[in-house]
């Protein structure tokens, strides 16, 4: 079982991670770390409670007089200036996961996140629920809460995966939809970033947007509708490159439209990346429907944003109602070097 927050030694904080090596990156703590040997228990249900449902409607504490709000779209995405995800109160979080749920997407510019230290980060994502452990991708040493996304010339994990056979490298998908329990609020930082222009930004999705925009009658049609959600392909791929499978493969199954708990807005739940089949319908009837609903999600320019990067960006997502693609458009030789911290939720909610 991995370690506890709590079982770690906290030497973490008091080394500067900003010690930059020559030629390496800017914050080599947060190197990405495979251990083959480290080993996750199974994971077990647990009750959840939606910090946005203590929310105050109004956001007293989180858009106060110093914040500027900026909309990127009407269906998703807002930027937002002269504010500290790290100085908010406890209301001031909650609030922050109210919104989240409502805008889909929120950018924070000019944050002091990255530097705060793991444990700091780590105590402000816990507000929204338990942490996900990821049991293949790249974490830290001694911090499995945290996943690593990286790139340099000697090292593309994602090029790997994706491989050469694709006319695009575009992924639409939810984070570890594959879990019982699946992703809330999320948070990611990049703390090496090719210049504007350069690539390494974010496509993202409203599956809000998606759902409501099927007809009345083929909504109703989804609805009740399940399918397969399988982590055993990225386990078979860890493996086959000699990289770690901390815990055991599942393959639950979850509604095609979920419900979000705070907001009540309908959904669709399918990705390309995890979603296997449909429950009960024939292969041939399954590939039919999913390809649709793949196309659909794709094709939807304008329920899509694209998330840009600069120094101190952090980007709050709500994972059970987006999906969200790299662009994997960078140079060879480029750095790109983020961090995930993933706060679990609700079993999905059935429409």
Known sequence: MAPSVAEIKATSDAVDLNQKKE??????????????????????IFQFTDAGLRADPAKPHLLNANATVVNISPYLGTEITGLQISQL??????????????????????????????????????????????????????????????????????????????ITRTSWHSDVSYEKQTPGTTFFWILDQPRPGEGGDTLFLSQVEAYKRLSPEFQKRLEGLWAVHSGVQHAEFSRKRGGPVRREPIEPVHPLVRVHPVTGEKALYVNPIFTRHIVGFKKE?????????????AKGADFQIRATYQPGTVVVWDNRITAHSGTADMDFSVRRHAVRLTPQAEVPIAA
Not at 285 to 297: I, N, Q, V
């Open 23 to 44: 030629n390496g990156p800017s914050y080599p703590f947060y190197y990405p770390h495979f251990d083959v040997n480290e080993k996750f228990p199974p994971m077990e």
């Open 89 to 166: 109160s406890s209301e001031g979080l909650d609030e922050l996961a109210l919104y989240a749920a409502e805008r889909k997407v929120l950018i924070f510019r000019d944050q002091d996140f990255k530097d705060l230290g793991p444990q700091r980060q780590i105590e402000i994502a816990k507000h929204f629920g338990p942490l996900h452990l990821q049991p293949t991708a790249a974490n830290i040493k001694g911090y499995p809460e945290f996943t690593v996304v990286y790139k340099d010339p000697s090292l593309d994990r994602l090029r790997e995966h994706l491989g050469d056979e694709s």
């Open 285 to 297: 009837e399954s590939e039919y429907l999913l390809k649709f609903l793949y196309d659909h999600m």
